[in-house]
């Protein structure tokens, strides 16, 4: 749990999927939004990578995605079904990261992004992958990633952009062993 000036900041479990939906409703297009049972997938999926950030008790964002070791996103990915998930995997993708309107620009989305990262250093990761529209790609430079160029990606209609975060680590410890 991570708590702050802002919000609260825990992993989410199936008793937030009403409310994490909703938010996701509210952020998204219906063709780029996730579903209460791809929700429900990937937090038994991949329940250390599925965060909420709470204000005065309520769900107010969200992010989550699973790891892996490809350096970008797949459309794959987002199905509740193929998400590709690799407990060992190399990077922490970042499938959505979604705050209510009304609670923006009070640094809860950059709170967010920093509890994945530390969850993923601590994991061993070296990085973070995610895509995002072109109007975003200012945003997420000012948190360390760098633009790769426009995506392949055709989820829900529209442009996407590769956005990578990545860090040195010297060494990683998987599975009980220790990698150089």
Sequence with gaps: MRKNDFCRITKACEEDIPALAAV??????????????????R???????FLKAEKENLIVGLINGCCTSCSSIDDTMYSAFQCGHDPNGLYQAVFGLAVLPE?????????????????????????????????????YE???????????????????????????????????????
Excluded at 26 to 37: V, Y
Excluded at 43 to 49: A, E, G, H, V
Aim: hydrophobic share 35%; proline share 2%.
């Design 103 to 139: 609670y923006r620009h009070q640094g809860i989305a950059s709170a967010l992004m920093k509890s994945m990262k530390e969850e993923a250093v601590r994991a061993g990761r070296r990085g973070i992958i995610l895509t995002c529209r072109e109007f975003r790609i200012s945003w």
């Design 142 to 180: 000012s948190l360390g990633f760098c633009s790769e160029g426009r995506s392949r990606s055709v989820h829900g209609g529209g442009v996407w952009y590769n956005m990578k975060m990545e860090w040195q680590s010297p060494s990683r410890n998987i599975g009980g062993s220790r990698l150089s």
């Design 24 to 41: 996701e409703a509210a952020c998204f297009t219906t063709q780029e939004a996730a579903d209460a049972d791809t929700f429900r997938r």
């Design 43 to 49: 937090i038994r999926t991949f329940p250390d990578s």
